[in-house]
């Protein structure tokens, strides 16, 4: 029995192993290359090179699309001010600041993209290949928290520095924080900080919660926050429900909520998966009803602008807390907004925002130290402080990698002018409130060597 | 023994190797010569060989292989964190459970074929997925998925080393997986993959298993009870898919609950029909062409575009980006989508049958001008 696809010949073999002779001789030189770095340098250290390459590995697809591809807008113009085209955004505003607009210690900055699908495993294969094939220097992006703890521990061992892009949960910068990874985004523990107060006064000391959590470890940390939060203002949690990453219908989540006895509804859901479940949750009249006396409200911790368009009208009113919104005064934000604004005619979310300032602070600590070598770009961003970037001043923890600036509580817009205008800021909470202890949440950065 | 060996085998064994080892050189013009991609290669085209042993031979269309891809990779990453972080029995603990885990659920959904079969193996692999993701989170750690932590036991390293402050890698006796030795364990992997799979095709089981396919209840009309010839092929492309699924944790110490879902499944049947559905090559060529598409196509963006055809005029240059555009970066699927349909109506026998075709009609044109040639002498 022979059930081999082709007859195969000494000739045809002898054929075949020519050509392949052939082409493996054309594609050797670049297969060496691989040692390159191997003789004391680091990975992919550009050397002489007259550009530089760093990696964008966003959502395009999956429950978060909507915030990748605005954070690709963002990178984009990030590197064009960086390289000195444009207006200059943030670099006029930025203080200090060591770049000085004719790329990275005068490379210029190119940059390649990718798709993490949300997924752990593709955004690692995808980082993978931006860094094994495309030989990038700095690669940054996330939407999701689970996505972006996979490709920090992936930095880690490729000793390839990750500028986190949104990613909210406590872990990022708690239990799974490595040395090759920085946040600049607020996390889960500082949107709980914010809001307590807020909520004190807005709904009392004496309601009952029930939670609907997205089931990954940023819905995780999140609820733990918030529950923290607001059982200390004396408020009960009835219960606590995981609901599945992009489940998309959530009514069989809220019909129980309407007879749980419960008067608020936390949305722990980001994303389409916030303005499914909130439209659902409206829709299902939640909010006209009235339960143990009061008024039933709704809070989503963690709110940005994209969502509350997708929301439209269902959000009025709502609380939730943003890392930075486009309405913002100071000179930074103006600045950004400006430039954002010019280039695609919008203005920008709170995920494009982060993504851009991660890129310039980047950029800014290589300047600094004056080498790509990792070890000393983290020791540049570590401890760094700086003011001008639209959060007011603000400090990159040298223990845990995590920024630290004020957040905003914001809430949804009874009136808006414009289909942008939507969340108006109710407070800007300063810094000295949602400050903790890094040994709260445990973990260790590990080693500056890879 | 010397004559169950055809010489065709022999031939195509070496020449399989020799591809496979130089996998790195050939691929790289194509762009798709970095270790990851060719990691990926290796090992899905372990998964996409072993899927074809139960669906190319016996036509049972599993449609929930990814289950034992993720049990493979959960294991292996357990083994990992609980014993040693050689990679020798992470493979073997990860093809083993998927062994047993296979086994049960052959067990149950071989009762039935055809689309009942599909769909009972679909709806296995769901709930494999949907236990992965909320139920069993204490063991698969949920959406963030499975990963290593400086507290892991590691039981036997800790007898022979101090644990150091970074995390440990994957290794082979030191060797670590990661990079162009990965690959290369893989690529070893995969060539004895490949042999046994050469075997299975030419063996007496292999012949019957074919004969299940052709006609099952006349089979039963022999005197073959094919149930058990069933279950073992079964668990066999089980246990192919597990060994995929721990290399994949080898190559990656990670393991996520999306490796379960029904669209993985799905991918590993695109892949077999896409290369050639019961050839042996076949199933290799779609696994290589899917990942490629997945990892190399989806990268292009707009930049990209404008390079590659930086040689046209201005006006022509922007209309080709506008027309590409759509087809590449997150466009991928959509490629992918229009080729695989391409490939169902015209070469129903993916493309193997395209190759064969083309091979006999240069085969045609050569005699034929042999022919004249002659004529005209």
Known sequence: MDFSDSKLTRRSVLKGATALAGTAAAASPAFFIKNAWAAGQFRNDPGNAKSVTIGFNVPQTGAYADEGADELRAYKLAVQHINGEGDGGLLNTMKPLSLKGNGILGKKLEYVTGDTQTKSDAARASAKRMIEKDGVVMFSGGSSSGVAIAQQSLAQEMGVIFMCGLTHSNDTTGKDKRRYGFRHFFNAYMSGAALGPVLEKEMGKERRAYHLTADYTWGWTQEESIKNTTEKLGWQTVNAVKTPLGAGDFSQYITPVLNSGADVLILNHYGKDMINSLTQAVQFGLRDKQVNGKNFEIVVPLFSRLMAQGAGDNIKGILGSTNWNWSLQDEGSKAFVKSFGAAYGFPPSQAAHTCYVQTVLYANAVEMAGTFFPPEVIKSLEGFEFDGMGNGPTEYRAADHQCFKNVLVVRGKQNPSSQFDLLEVVQEVPRSQVEYDPKIFGGELGPYQA | ?377
């Open chain 2, 1 to 377: 023994m010397a004559q169950l060996w055809h010489r065709n085998d022999l031939l195509l064994m070496g020449v399989f190797t020799l591809a496979v080892l130089a996998m790195p050189l050939w691929l790289a013009p194509f762009g798709a010569g970095y270790p990851d991609l060719l990691q990926k290669l290796a090992i899905y085209g372990i998964f996409a060989i072993g899927f074809n042993i139960l669906f190319g031979l016996t036509g049972y269309l599993s449609f929930g292989h990814a289950a034992f891809l993720g049990v493979g990779s959960y294991a292996a990453v357990w083994s990992f964190k609980l014993f040693t972080m050689n990679v020798l029995p992470a493979v073997l603990f990860g093809t083993l459970l998927a062994g047993v885990f296979a086994a049960l659920i052959g067990f149950i959904s071989l009762r039935r074929s055809g689309i009942y079969f599909s769909i009972l193996t679909l709806a296995f692999a769901q709930m494999s997925y949907n236990l992965a993701y909320s139920v069993l989170t204490p063991i698969t750690n949920g959406e963030t998925g499975l990963q290593l932590t400086q507290s892991d036991p590691r039981i036997i390293d800790r007898l022979y080393v101090e644990a150091t402050s970074g995390l440990p890698s994957t290794e082979l006796f030191g060797l670590k997986m990661s990079g162009y030795p990965g690959f290369y364990f893989c690529a070893a992997i995969l060539i004895i993959a490949f042999f046994f799979s050469v075997r299975i095709f030419n063996s007496p089981f292999g012949v019957k298993l074919l004969a299940i396919k052709s006609n099952q209840t006349r089979m039963g009309y022999t005197g073959y009870n094919t149930r058990p010839y069933l279950l073992v092929a079964f668990v066999i492309s089980g246990m192919y898919a597990g060994l995929a699924g721990s290399l994949l944790a080898v190559t990656d110490p990670l393991a996520g609950a999306e490796r379960m879902q029904w669209t993985a499944s799905g991918e590993v049947v695109l892949m077999t029909i896409l290369g050639g559905a019961g050839t042996l090559i076949g199933p290799l060529l779609g696994a290589g062409l899917i990942k490629y598409f997945e990892n190399v196509f989806s990268a292009y963006n707009e930049a990209v575009l404008h390079q590659i055809f930086a040689m046209l005029p201005d006006w022509l240059q922007s209309a080709m980006v506008f027309v590409v555009n759509p087809f590449v970066g997150e466009g991928w699927h959509l490629t992918l989508g229009a080729l695989f349909v391409l490939i169902v109506i015209f070469l129903p026998g993916g493309i193997m049958e395209g190759i064969r075709r083309l091979s006999s009609l240069v085969r045609r044109i050569i005699a034929r001008s042999r022919r004249d040639g002659l004529q005209a002498a």
